[in-house]
């Protein structure tokens, strides 16, 4: 048989081997030494004990051997018999494998090669990948098996089972159409052979390469509506191209005898190939290099052409003959037979599917579409029941998607330079044309910069544009959507309507269409945007909110549960047929050359694929759109505009989407009465809050008698003194000046005003409404250990019982972790400004979703929301948290009693003597004057003397702690040294230039040293 005969073998078919024959048993020989070894035995026996009895044992020997030589050949028969019967067992299930493998052959071939009974029984799907007409069925019969039995046949049963297995039978037996092919039979046979052929050539071979051309009459009618057979008159696609024609001398006989003229000298009877055809197929092939190749039928073998390499000679519906050149014996099969009600029929299904993939068009469709050039505006389109616009051009004039009849979604397919941009930009240019912002608006998602949608971006349709170089923009996208369906769901509520086309024009509610370019890259840079867009995708239909999806490659990129509701798709060109196929159910998208941008695929959603040339938004288009909604009000917008970089004090109240909480959106937005306050009244805050899960802005505020005492976190530079300001500037706005005081200036200054707060915490003095601490982190770092500890203890009783009395704390630290965990826990509200790391920021409690690498000064977060804090300077005055005293100057009256002890004797009692004092220097060797004078109580003297010197005059201690002035210039050691008191005094600041005073029985008390140093010997 021929080449195409033969089945490739499957590699899963590994060979099969023919079980080997049992051997032969060898025939048992006579054991004469065994037969001969009792006789000389007993010949032996009788000689020694000459008795006749042992002679009988010889008679043994011959018994004993004929009997074992019959039961060897009785064993070997047995195995013999055994081997041959499981062998036959193994041919069986050689037999029944190849029954198996031959079923699965025989499978595979019928799967490769339909039956054209197959074809026109099931719903016309051609395939049309073929540009040269492949082999085809011409019925089925025996051929030559893939199956393959290695082994060496012993016997007729080993042959039989080779001969079966090389045979395949019930197998489709092919044929080569490009050498020709006759048909011989009675002509209802030989015509329905033929429909056989033309039904699996024209269901594999592309139209536009291959043309059919049948004889005239009306038994092939139904060939010239194939597209292969109205493409015959066409152009030709270049040189090469094929052209099958079926010639039946009957039908055109039968035509000419009518008189209808249709074939008459349409057919020359030559023995040239392909020249018996009807006029247009010699016209078809005239117009080709390629012979045709030829079909013929006929009654009797002699009316067939020369030149055919196959023929077919019927003798009845089942039994035909097939003759091959070269090839000595005829193959036997049953013939593949297709009436002709079933060739009508199918050739219509066809011909449907080329005109709804518009196969015939392409020649018709332009190269370049200007979006100006399109009708602006579709006749009987409303937004509110439909956003019908011309986005390109088709082989049937202007190509109209409709997002609410087709849609309610659209997915879009193309490769780098295929035009997708272009073509996203061309529609919504024509959207924007013809309907106003009032009843469309869109929104852009750009992944490859923002540059694509630059044109319309300005347009009052436009609501936003996200990129992937905003960050922080599209997570606001994220919660924004979800609030936009929300509100949409809220408004047809309110109405009592379950779609948006049962508004009425009272309603202000636009449809929303989102066009995301490169959807791919969004999702991979957010994903949690792939369920807001499946959630659009669910319900948008309702909502009036529509998605535009372009992407490379969508199939398998986008969520099943999208593409389900996408019901537009149109495709550009594609790498791989497979993507084609999975948009828009063909091929075609993934032939479309690279030098034609703008060639796209279009199915509408109802599976009829139309190829089309998309619009260009030419600057007319666009000029056109601005012009006709230039005086239109901007549709509204999804969500606010971004926060400020910079909010100045008198610009928070006057910021769009920044109105100040009234009592129900406080509630709803979690919104704060100012610190100080009370709520309902007006007050300032400190910063706008972004609240795009609400589609809107407010002012940030704070009220510590609901929230607790406020922390300030960030890195240095974000804006911590500036929010600090801002806070203090809202109560002084409320309260006066008075009512804010600063833990600041000189530690002095700091401790008094901590020691002063912490006894108004308890009922002591009157308290301001708010402390402001600025690092406090560092604050108390340079203090005494003693000193800080005391200080940190005297500031939580601040923070714990100053709220009672209405006081309220507003502090501020670099490192969260650097405040004392005691302090820590009594804030109740952080605000958390620029950190330097996510994890920085998710340690001090802030949502690391919000987290920017590079923010402004003032931008944080505030109770999870973004923030930017207003921009408050420091005022000139001086700051109230000063105290109004200042230390005073130390004052020795004459005849004082003063016991200095220092750390510099010599250098003190100078500084006194240059203040007009005669101080004595107390030392190792004290004059019994001095000392005689420091032990009355009545005398008047000024001693000096360092700790050393004062601890040696022990005994004298007493007295002085008594009746004398004692002042302390150094630290503890000084001070405890003539001081008995376990608590701590004053706290100098650093310098040297203040001492503490005691006087007798009094408390000790903080005094400037009159004359001033330019070197610090001691600091506390």
């Known amino acids: 048989m021929p080449p195409f005969d033969h089945a490739d073998p499957s590699p899963l078919l590994l060979p099969l081997t023919l079980p080997q024959a049992p051997p032969r048993p060898e025939r048992p020989g006579f054991p004469v030494l065994a037969t001969l070894a009792p006789v000389g035995a007993a010949l032996a026996l009788w000689a020694i004990t000459g008795s006749p009895f042992s002679l009988v044992f010889a008679v043994l020997g011959p018994v004993v051997a004929i009997a074992s030589l019959l039961d ?35 499978r595979a071939a019928w799967r490769s090669t339909p039956s054209p009974s197959s074809i026109v029984a099931s719903p016309a799907r051609p395939v049309w990948t073929d540009r040269t007409p492949p082999p085809f069925v011409v019925g089925s019969g025996a051929r030559r098996s893939a199956v393959r039995v290695d082994g060496v046949p012993c016997d007729a049963r080993d042959r ?46 592309d139209p536009r390469a291959v043309a059919v051309a049948a004889s005239p009459g009306p038994e092939w009618e139904w060939v010239r509506r194939l597209p292969h057979g109205r493409l ?70 002699r009316h067939l052409p020369p030149g055919l390499a196959t023929v077919v000679r019927l003798a009845g519906p089942r039994a035909a003959v097939v003759h091959r050149d070269g090839v000595a014996a005829p193959a036997t099969i049953e013939p593949a037979l297709v009436g002709l009600v079933e060739a009508n029929r199918w050739s219509d299904a066809v011909a449907d599917v080329a005109e709804r993939i518009d196969l015939v068009g392409d020649d018709r469709i332009p190269g370049r579409v200007v979006l100006a050039e399109l009708p602006a505006a579709i006749e009987g389109a409303h937004a509110r029941t439909s956003l019908a616009v011309a986005v390109g051009a088709s082989s049937a004039g202007p190509l109209v998607l409709d997002l609410v009849e087709h849609g309610p979604h659209a997915l879009v397919a193309g490769t780098t330079g295929s035009g ?140 099943e549960q999208v593409t389900a509701n996408c019901a537009i798709r149109v495709s550009l060109r594609v790498m791989q047929r497979a993507d084609s196929l999975a948009i828009v159910g063909t091929e075609e998208a993934a032939e479309i050359p690279p030098d034609a941008p703008g060639r796209a695929v279009v199915d509408r959603g109802d599976g009829r694929p139309v190829r089309f040339q998309s619009a260009i938004a030419d600057e007319a288009a666009v000029l056109g759109a601005r012009v006709a909604s230039a005086s239109l009000p901007r549709a509204r917008r999804p969500w606010a505009d971004p926060l400020p970089h910079r909010i100045a004090p008198d610009e928070l109240d006057g910021l769009p989407g920044s109105e100040g909480p009234t009592a129900g959106a406080s509630a709803r937005a979690g919104a704060r009465p100012a610190v100080g306050v009370q709520a309902g009244r007006a007050s300032r805050g400190f910063g706008l809050v972004d609240e795009p899960e609400l589609q809107r802005r407010s002012v940030a505020v704070w009220d510590s008698a609901v929230d607790g005492h406020l922390l300030v976190a960030g890195a240095p530079g974000s ?29 002095s200054a700091v ?113 999870g929301r973004r923030v930017q804090v207003v921009d408050a300077p420091r005022p000139q005055a001086p700051s109230p948290t000063r105290p109004a005293e200042h230390v005073p100057m130390l004052e020795i009256e004459p005849g004082a009693r003063i016991a200095l002890v220092t750390a510099s004797p010599m250098t003190d009692a100078d500084s006194l003597r240059r203040a007009g004092r005669s101080p004595v220097v107390l030392g190792p060797h ?19 003397g360092s700790a050393e010197a004062w601890a040696a005059q022990w005994s004298l201690l007493p007295t002085i702690r008594e009746t004398a002035t004692i002042l302390v210039r150094g630290g503890a050691s000084e001070y405890r040294a003539l001081i008995a008191d376990r608590a701590l005094p004053p706290l100098l ?7 503490w005073l005691r006087p007798p029985g009094g408390a000790t008390v903080r005094r400037t040293w009159p004359i001033a140093e330019a070197t610090t010997d001691s600091a506390v």
């Open 232 to 301: 015959v008159a066409g152009p030709a696609e270049g040189d090469g191209a094929t052209c099958i024609v079926v010639i039946d001398p009957a039908a055109e006989r039968a035509v000419a005898a009518d008189g209808s003229g249709a074939g008459a000298g349409a057919v020359e009877a030559t023995a040239h190939a392909g020249s018996a055809a009807i006029g247009r197929s010699q016209r078809a092939s005239r117009a080709r290099s390629a012979e045709p190749f030829r079909l013929v039928v006929a009654e009797e073998l």
């Open 719 to 747: 804006g911590r003194s500036t929010a600090l300001e801002a806070i203090a500037a809202a109560v002084r706005a409320g309260h006066g000046a008075s009512s804010v005081v600063r833990l600041e200036g000189p530690r």
């Open 160 to 205: 039989a089972v080779l001969e079966a297995a090389a045979r395949l039978t019930g197998a489709p037996v092919l044929a080569e159409p490009s050498t020709g092919i006759g048909y011989v039979g009675p002509l209802a046979l030989a015509r329905s052979a033929a429909r056989a052929a033309i039904v699996q050539l024209a269901g594999r071979v």
């Open 751 to 863: 401790w008094d005003t901590v020691e002063r707060l912490a006894r108004g915490a308890r009922g002591s003095v009157p308290v301001p409404r708010l402390l402001v601490v600025d690092e406090l982190d560092t604050r108390f770092r340079s203090w005494p250990d003693d000193y800080r500890a005391l200080a940190l203890e005297r500031l939580e009783t601040v923070l714990r019982e100053g709220r009672a009395r209405g006081l309220a704390v507003a502090a501020a630290t670099t490192q969260w972790l650097g405040v004392p965990h005691g302090l820590r826990d009594a804030f109740g509200v952080r605000l958390l400004l620029r950190h330097a790391t996510r994890a920085e920021l998710v340690q001090a409690g802030g949502a690391g979703e919000l987290w920017r690498a590079a923010e402004v000064p003032g931008s944080g977060q505030w109770r």
């Open 926 to 944: 004290a004059d019994a004057a001095t000392l005689a004078a420091l032990g009355r109580r009545d005398a008047p003297i000024v001693a000096v």
């Open 420 to 559: 997708k941009s272009e073509f996203l930009l061309a529609w919504l240019a024509a959207l924007a044309r013809a309907y106003p912002p009032s009843l469309v608006s869109f929104l852009l998602v750009d992944f490859k910069g923002g540059a694509a949608f630059e044109p319309i971006r300005s347009l009052p349709h436009a609501v936003g544009v996200v990129t992937d170089l905003d960050e922080a923009e599209a997570l606001r996208a994220v919660e924004s959507l979800r609030a936009e369906l929300r509100h949409r769901e809220a408004v047809l509520a309110g109405v009592g309507a379950r779609d948006l086309r049962e508004l009425g024009e009272e309603v202000p509610l636009a449809r929303l269409v989102i066009v995301v370019d490169e959807f791919q890259a969004m999702i991979e840079r957010f994903p949690e945007l792939g369920g807001v867009i499946a959630d659009i995708a669910a319900r948008g239909r309702s909502l009036g909110v529509h998605l535009v999806l372009a992407s490379q490659r969508p199939n398998g990129v986008v969520r």
């Open 989 to 995: 600041d650093e310098g040297g230039a203040q001492l």
């Open 72 to 106: 060897a050949r009785r064993q070997a028969r047995r195995r013999l018999r055994r081997d041959e019967a499981e062998r036959e067992a193994r041919l069986d299930e050689l037999r029944a494998e190849i029954s198996a493998r031959h079923d699965e052959e025989r």
